[in-house]
Each structure stands twice: as structure tokens, then as C-alpha cells.
């Protein structure tokens, strides 16, 4: 079967890209957006002048401001109820993955019924839902491109995977500007996620020569200045660097799926409250160790891509290089174990059978090199945790 590859129908990126917000609704055809972001970005000065760009364009906007970081079912319920009330056409999200994901989320019920938890993967949803415009502020989630939303059921804790063509945003607008406040911790966690996302959709068992062009991309790029960054927050080339390798990452992952590292992430995320690049960048040298030697000369070539190996360095060495300089990585980023996260022991070894149960169920560590029993998901939440 030919890979069925699926992108946002407009894609704007560079700096200044968010201005074009206006140009871009209209050519859509579109006239009343509800924007959805979170209550940090409805203080900034750039949404109020992108909500004054809206009205002056003839746009009726309105604003949800509710998002929370791992969006809930409470908050998508009531922003249906909000987009309900306002008789609105389209969702505009604007910020990281959570207010992206949230707008998603939202036009998923609002355009099709029901409650989140009918769309859990495995789950897809390809009919058409209420069109999103995303304006991501962070390089890392990649939901500005991806047919993925994130979403913790309330009832359950359960960070749910909803999948399908209905949650691809129509448009993307891609601006490295509205990066450059990102202080040092948000920008290593959220470039941590990035690639993760391009290094889990190259060795994904989805894999195919149109994501891998992307990912080697993101790797090549965001592995070059990811350290830049966190260094530096205010180095604008990197940051612009950093915002294209993200998107590319999204675009990946989209198109291949992601694999056992964002399997085990989203429990811990869900039961910990831990950001979710954090909780990748916790996970992936250890992961990686584990399902190296399935697909030694896949991780290979991601350590040739990202210059850790060269060409000269046979398979095993490479990819052995690749783990040992994610550790070095996470050290130079300052990445916490859970355990100097603060997270209690008998907590984590307690909830560890319950996560080891969700992060199979969600389907993508089906995709990993190595595909894990649940006992063996069980003995890795171990290892990570000190």
C-alpha cells in the first residue's frame, strides 16, 4: 500500500508569518475565528495586535483563553460550549501544543459529536471537522502540522492519542519571532520533543522515503542548534533554525507516527503532570539503548545525520555513539530523572503496571524498532526513574 501522506493545506513559514493571519482566513474563505490560546499569550502585545489585524480585515474574532498545559476534556467541553454560543466559523490556536491541540480538540466535537473519548486511538477520524488555522509560539510540538491531538480525560487520567485528517490544521503560520521570549527550560524541553519526534518517525516501523527526507532534515537542524538555544535564547538565526526543524519534525511524525518514547511519555505527563518534552527527553536515551539493537543501522544513520558518527563508523559503533550523546545531551540541558524531579518512589513504582498498560494501549509502541511487552515497559519506567 502507498504511504498516504497528508499535510495543512497552507503553510506560512519565516518571520512575520503570524501578520499574514488575515490574508490567510480570507483565503480560506473564512470570516469568525474563535482564538484559542492560553491566559500567559492573551497578555502579550502580538495577540492583541493580531486580534486588532482580524477586525480591521472585516473578522469577527473571538477569544478562549481557558487552556491549561495537557488540555483536559473540561476545557474542549467548554470551548464547544463557547464556539457553540458564538456562532463561530473556524478555531485559530495560538500558542504551544496545548492551546494547538485544545483547538483541535474542539473542532473535532464541535464539527462531529460526542465526547473525546470516542476518538482514542485506535480510533481515526479522516471526516472533515471545524477548519483550525495553528500559529504555534514554541519549537517543539509540531501540532501546527501533525493529525494528532492530545487530550487527558479527566475521569481517567488518561492522556488520550486522537488520531485522524480531521485534526490536520488547514493552515499553519510558522513565525520564529514569537519564540524569541522562550526562556532556557521551555526551549530545551520543547526542542528535546522536536527531536524526538524526528528521530522516533525515522525508525518507525511507518517509516517511508517522504518522512524520511523530513526527519533527516529536522535532525540535521534541530541537533545543530538545540544547545544555541538554550544557551542563547535571543540568537535569532537558531531560533528560526530551530522553528523550521520543529515543523519538519511535525511533518514526520505525522506521515510515519511516533514509537515506544512518546508511548511511555503520555502516562507519565498524565499521572505526574510533567511537560511533555520533559518527560521525552527523560525517556529517550534509555529507550533508545533498549531498542537499538533492533534497528542498529537506522539509529546509525540518525548519528550520521546529526554529525555524532561518521561515515567511516560501522552500524554498532554509531548507533552506540547516538545513546551515549543523548545522555550527554540531557546533561548539558539540564534534564531531570523524575526522581531529581521530585517525584515520589513509591508513587512512580505504584502507578508503574498502570502506565505500562496505557502506553501499550495507545498503539505507538507497536511502531518501536524493539516492540515491548508490558513487563518490559514496566522494567524501563525503572531504569528511568533515578
Same mark, same amino acid.
Given at each position: /500500500? ?52 482580524? @477586525? ?13 498545559? +495537557?488540555?483536559? @476534556? ?14 463561530? +466559523?473556524?478555531?485559530? %490556536? ?18 462531529? %459529536? ?5 476518538? !482514542?486511538?485506535?480510533?481515526?477520524? #479522516? ?12 519549537? %517543539? ?13 479527566? #475521569? ?33 524541553? @520543547? ?17 517511508? &522515503?517522504?518522512?524520511? %527526507? ?18 542563547? &535564547? ?7 533554525? /530551530? ?20 508511548? /511511555? ?14 518527560? !521525552? ?14 534497528? &542498529? ?90
Amino acid at each position: /500500500m502507498a504511504p498516504a501522506i497528508a499535510l495543512p493545506r497552507i503553510m506560512r513559514i519565516g518571520p512575520g508569518a503570524s501578520a499574514e493571519l488575515p490574508e490567510v482566513l480570507r483565503s480560506l474563505g473564512l470570516s469568525r475565528p474563535l482564538v484559542v490560546t492560553d491566559p500567559f499569550l492573551a497578555e502579550q502585545a502580538f495577540l492583541r495586535d493580531l486580534l486588532q489585524a482580524l @477586525t480591521d480585515a472585516g473578522s469577527e474574532p473571538g477569544l478562549f483563553t481557558e487552556t491549561v498545559p +495537557d488540555p483536559t @476534556t473540561t476545557v474542549v467541553d467548554h470551548g464547544v460550549r463557547v464556539l457553540h454560543e458564538g456562532s463561530y +466559523d473556524c478555531l485559530v %490556536g495560538i500558542g504551544g501544543g496545548s492551546p494547538i491541540d485544545t483547538a483541535k480538540a474542539i473542532a473535532l466535537l464541535a464539527g462531529h %459529536g460526542g465526547r473525546m473519548r470516542d476518538y !482514542n486511538a485506535p480510533t481515526v477520524t #479522516d471526516e472533515p471537522a471545524l477548519p483550525v488555522v495553528a500559529v504555534p509560539t514554541t519549537a %517543539g510540538s509540531g501540532s501546527e502540522s501533525t493529525r494528532f491531538s492530545i487530550i487527558t480525560d479527566v #475521569d481517567t487520567d488518561e492522556k488520550m492519542l486522537c488520531a485522524g485528517l480531521a485534526l490536520l490544521p488547514q493552515a499553519a503560520l510558522v513565525d520564529a519571532d514569537l519564540t524569541l521570549a522562550m526562556p532556557p527550560r521551555l526551549t530545551a524541553d @520543547t526542542g528535546v520533543d522536536a527531536l524526538v519526534h524526528a528521530v522516533e518517525a525515522f525508525v518507525s516501523a511507518k517509516a517511508h &522515503p517522504f518522512s524520511d %527526507g523530513l526527519a533527516r532534515e529536522a535532525m540535521r537542524t534541530l541537533f545543530a542548534h538545540l544547545r544555541t538555544v538554550y544557551r542563547d &535564547p535571543g540568537d535569532r538565526a537558531a531560533r528560526e533554525a /530551530m522553528m523550521l526543524g520543529a515543523t519538519q519534525a511535525g511533518l514526520a511524525f505525522s506521515n510515519a507516527s511516533v514509537a515506544l518514547v512518546h508511548g /511511555m511519555s503520555r502516562p507519565v505527563g498524565a499521572h505526574f503532570h510533567v511537560a511533555h518534552g520533559l518527560s !521525552n527527553a527523560m525517556l529517550m536515551p534509555t529507550v533508545t539503548a533498549f531498542s537499538r539493537p533492533s534497528a &542498529p543501522g537506522r539509529y546509525a544513520e540518525c548519528a550520521r545525520v546529526m554529525g555524532i558518527a561518521g561515515p567511516q563508523d560501522g552500524d554498532e559503533a554509531a548507533s552506540l555513539a547516538l545513546v551515549e550523546e543523548l545522555r550527554r545531551l540531557n546533561e548539558d540541558l539540564g534534564v531531570p530523572t523524575p526522581k531529581s524531579y521530585g517525584i515520589d518512589a513509591d508513587a512512580w513504582r505504584d502507578l508503574t503496571p498502570l502506565m505500562a498498560e496505557q502506553a501499550l494501549a495507545s498503539g505507538s509502541p507497536a511502531n518501536n524498532p524493539r516492540v515491548p511487552s508490558v513487563e518490559e515497559i514496566e522494567s524501563l519506567y525503572a531504569s528511568v526513574y533515578a
